[in-house]
Each structure stands twice: as C-alpha cells, then as structure tokens.
C-alpha cells in the first residue's frame, strides 16, 4: 500500500507553517515521522512525537521494540530514511554524529562506556566542557563517585561506573540528557540512588530527559512525559501521570512482569 503524502519528505517550509499555527514556543525536540535503522533494515517506521523544553520523557516497551533505535537516531548512530528532528527548532538530522553532543544531546548508552584505565577524575575531566555542571556539582550528585575519583574506571562497581557514565555525559553539559536503561542490572540500594540522582537532575529545571527503561512505573513516577513503543511505533504519547494511574493500560501496552 502506497501513501503518497507520508512518503514524502518534510519540507522546511511545511514546518515553519505549523510552527507558527500551533504555539510562540518551540518544543526542545520534535520528531516527525521518523524511519530509521542499520543499514537497509527499518526499525523505527514513523516515529512522532514532541518533548518540550525542561520536560522528561518515559520512553518504554518490551525488549526489542525500537528504545535504543531511537536514542541512537538522535545521536545520529543509525541510518534515517526518512522523516525530520529538530532540536531547538533547528534541524538536527543534518548535523553530523559527531556535532551532535556539542550541539547539546548527552547520550548515556546502554553499554555505559567509560574509560577503563582512566581514574574516575581523569574520565571526568578529559573531555569536560565549561558550564553549569562543575566536578563540585558532580561530586555533590554522586557522593560515591567523589571517593571514587583515585580509581581506576575498570576499579568500580557495575553501580559506579553507571554514575560515572552520566557524571561524564553531565560534564559536556548537555541540554538534553538520553539514558538508556540506567538502572538495569543493579543492586537495590544503587537503584535507589540513581533514582535520587535522576530525579534531582530532572526537577532541576537545567536539562531535559529521556529516560528508557524497563521498570515502567519507576520510569513514570520519575518523568512528565510518557512515549511506549511497540515494533518500532508510538503506541502512547501522553503524560505520565495518566498512564501510571492506568495499570490496566500500562499493562496491555507493556506488561508489568
Ligand atoms: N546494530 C544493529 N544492527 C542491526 N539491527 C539492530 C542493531 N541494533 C539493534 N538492532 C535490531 O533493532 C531492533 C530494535 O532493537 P533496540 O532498538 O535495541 O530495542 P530496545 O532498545 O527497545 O530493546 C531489534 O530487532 C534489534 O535486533
Ligand atoms: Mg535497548
């Protein structure tokens, strides 16, 4: 079946008119209909959605629906076939990959990747940028990382190379902050801390996030936006307040294990 309207590409002008019919503030990102994937196969097949500015998003689904596809199309890591994001209202599928963090997204993979013979410090500091988030803000955030910092990155916990990982994205001071399933595989207590963290990070009004995560009800008590997705598409973009309240939605769309 062939639409033609939606195989088109988004023209610049197309966005300008409904900019200016719909409201005076841009959103900080905005996707419209987005396919993408690795090579020749499409993963992400029209994804569209709207973060505004200082918000927080819940991205959720089963395992292998498209999360991390996503996060890595607005790193620029995957192919894009088709479609647009732009990023403070500018476009930002036409900045290279590697622009990309130094045009404000900070990505914290699901690998966590971390320079393992670094000190914790050095990991800190070797690409830092000047900005809001000092060592000292850092430190205050992630206490643990502070008496951390003489080690070694391949010295530390699954649990403190996570906050060693969003302590390094933090430090190129970004102004959207993507983590991809950051409490996935850790010890209670260090969930819990990284849930303080999270959450201190996303009411203090100097970022915006996605956070992807399995743990659905964790992720919506955290964040004000919610996006599920299912093989690739959007199946809920709403807040996150009303899904939460809806267990038996949550439940169809996801499943609560
Ligand atoms: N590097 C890759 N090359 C090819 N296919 C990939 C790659 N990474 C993921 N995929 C495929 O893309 C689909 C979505 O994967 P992913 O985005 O990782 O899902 P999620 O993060 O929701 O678990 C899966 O079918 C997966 O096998
Ligand atoms: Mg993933």
């Avoid at 300008?16 to 905005?30: D, G, H, K, V, Y």
């Avoid at 076939?81 to 476009?91: A, T």
């Avoid at 009004?205 to 936006?225: C, D, K, N, P, W």
Wanted: net charge neutral.
């Amino acid at each position: 079946m062939s639409t033609h309207a939606a195989a088109m590409p988004i023209a610049s002008d197309d966005r300008l008119s409904r900019q200016e019919s719909t409201s005076t503030t841009a959103p900080l990102l905005e996707l419209q209909d987005v396919h993408a994937g690795y090579d020749r196969a499409v993963i992400l097949e029209g994804v569209s959605f709207t973060l505004a500015q200082g918000s927080s998003l819940a991205l959720l689904g089963r395992n292998g629906v498209g999360k991390s596809t996503l996060i890595g199309t607005l790193m620029g890591a995957t192919r894009l076939h088709r479609g647009s994001i732009h990023f403070e209202g500018k476009p930002l599928h036409t900045v290279p990959a590697h622009r990309r963090a130094a045009a404000g997204l900070g990505w914290v993979a699901q690998e966590r990747w971390i320079f393992p013979s670094l000190s914790v410090r050095e990991n800190l500091t070797v690409a830092a940028r000047k900005g809001l988030w000092t060592l000292a803000r850092i430190f205050e955030l992630f206490p643990r990382i502070e008496e951390r910092q003489h080690n070694l990155g391949n010295q530390l916990s699954g649990g403190e190379q996570q906050m060693l990982a969003i302590a390094r994205a933090l430090m190129l001071q970004p102004r959207l902050l993507l983590l991809d399933e950051p409490l996935e595989g850790l010890a209670p207590v260090i969930v819990e801390q990284l849930t303080h963290a999270i959450q201190a990070m996303a009411s203090s009004g100097e970022l915006s996030l996605i956070l992807v995560e399995q743990h659905a009800q964790q992720a919506l008590a955290m964040t004000r936006q919610a996006l599920v997705m299912d093989r690739g598409r959007v199946v809920y973009d709403g807040d996150s307040a009303g899904l939460l309240a809806d267990t038996a939605r949550l439940e169809r769309l996801i499943g609560l294990g």
